[in-house]
């Protein structure tokens, strides 16, 4: 709650940053629309003009307008990313279909996927309704699946790059996503086991360690909040389950879920 | 025509100076931090639009809305409520008794904010007096 408290009461500073930037733009076009009409300086104001270098002031002012706009954006994006994450806090458990959530996240995702990766599903349908917190446990297949295509999308720029096709003629095998789920039971407990594959880039060794740590990112800036990952474990840790995963760089990376369920 | 008077009331000062200098071309601002203070406003001046930030110590958005309502019942919800938080049971039950037009989340979009503003006023035949 702490955190749902912290990320909502930045929106008051960010709001005025925001619209300060606002405003400022406006009083500058105004105060510019006025500089031209005055057209030829008198000497004393020549003098000034000069010694501030105004030419290039009246460049610099729109664009500093602009980069902290950026800024706003940024934070409001990692607000954004916080709020979703203590969101949790305010769903409830319920009886949700498992498979019905993945294949939901694949549709939204189906405009990034297209036909150039290939999804292999491998449902055990013995798993149906399970207690959970559906649109957080959603989240996390929405990551996950996301970052499986931007691996794939990083493996594909390096190989056209390189002009490398790995002697595989068929793209849809060698770019692929397989979601195997499988209900466990054993000794009188019953578990259910989510795994994703892809065959991307691959994740290197030296930051697998940090992987789940908040605000940590190797995507462009601007592209990621880097709370993703971490947003997941918190997710998979509320329903008492386990995320991990493996990864060979260049081959690909599998994540594993596991959810216990009653 | 004639512009517009919006009052808007947060208890936040920077808010309101930000609020009037983005705004002050598009309407007539009237600006005020707190709840208590607004309603005073509101009695002396006649004003189209009231929006209000909803977190403010003593008295809550809702809460003034709550008052208002009460006391212009025949004024159109001309009424909005602007928050750096979610929406939340509070702001549903505004919508529901306390004629809320629009809830805005914080940081507001200067364009989005100004068209809810001008879409609420055309419900308008009925001033705050």
Redesign the interface.
């Known amino acids: 709650m702490l955190t749902a408290g912290i990320a909502?009461?930045?929106?008051?500073p960010?709001?005025?940053?925001?619209?300060?930037a606002?405003?400022l733009q406006?009083?500058y076009e105004d105060l510019e629309r006025l500089i031209h009409a005055v057209g030829e300086l008198p000497p004393d104001a020549r003098r000034i003009a000069d010694e501030i270098g105004m030419e290039e002031l009246l460049k610099i002012i729109p664009q500093t307008i602009v980069d902290i706009q950026t800024g706003?954006n940024r934070t409001?994006e990692i607000v954004k990313g916080l709020?979703n994450f203590t969101r949790l806090d305010a769903s409830e458990l319920k009886e949700a279909d498992l498979h019905e959530g993945i294949d939901s996240t694949l549709l939204l995702l189906s405009h990034k996927i297209k036909d150039r990766i290939r999804i292999v599903k491998a449902y055990d349908e013995r798993i149906g309704f399970i207690k959970c917190y559906p649109g957080p446990l959603n989240q996390v297949f929405m990551n996950l699946l996301n970052n499986a295509i931007d691996a794939i999308d990083q493996k594909i720029r390096g190989n056209s790059s390189a002009g490398e096709t790995h002697g595989i003629k068929d793209p849809g095998t060698q770019y692929q996503i397989r979601i195997l789920t499988k209900l466990i039971e054993e000794e009188g407990t019953a578990q259910v086991k989510i795994v994703i594959t892809d065959t991307g880039a691959g994740i290197p060794e030296e930051i697998r360690d940090k992987l789940f740590d908040p605000f940590f990112t190797t995507k462009e800036v601007g592209k990621g909040t880097g709370l993703g990952l971490s947003i997941c474990h918190g997710i998979i840790e509320k329903h008492g389950g386990k995320i991990s995963f493996e990864s060979t760089v260049r081959i690909g990376t599998e994540f594993t879920i596991t959810l216990p369920i009653e | 025509m004639e512009k517009l008077t919006v009052l808007y009331i947060d208890d936040?000062e920077?808010?309101l100076?930000?609020?009037k200098?983005?705004f002050r071309?598009d309407f007539f601002v009237l600006i005020a931090c707190s709840a208590k203070e607004g309603l005073a406003i509101l009695k002396k001046e006649p004003v189209d639009i009231l929006i209000t930030d909803q977190r403010m110590p003593e008295m809550t958005g809702v809460g003034l809305l709550k008052e208002v309502a009460d006391i212009y019942p025949d004024v159109p919800p001309v009424r909005m409520i602007i928050s750096?938080?979610?929406a939340d049971k509070d702001i549903e039950e505004a919508y529901k008794n306390y004629k809320l037009y629009s809830f805005v989340?914080?940081?507001?979009d200067?364009s989005y904010l100004k068209g809810i503003i001008l879409e609420a006023s055309n419900m308008l035949n009925k001033r705050y007096e």
């Open positions: 909502h009461e930045i929106n008051n960010v709001n005025f940053i925001n619209s300060g606002v405003s406006k009083d706003v409001s709020r | 936040e920077i808010n100076r930000v609020f200098s983005t071309r750096g938080y979610t989340s914080k940081p507001w200067e």
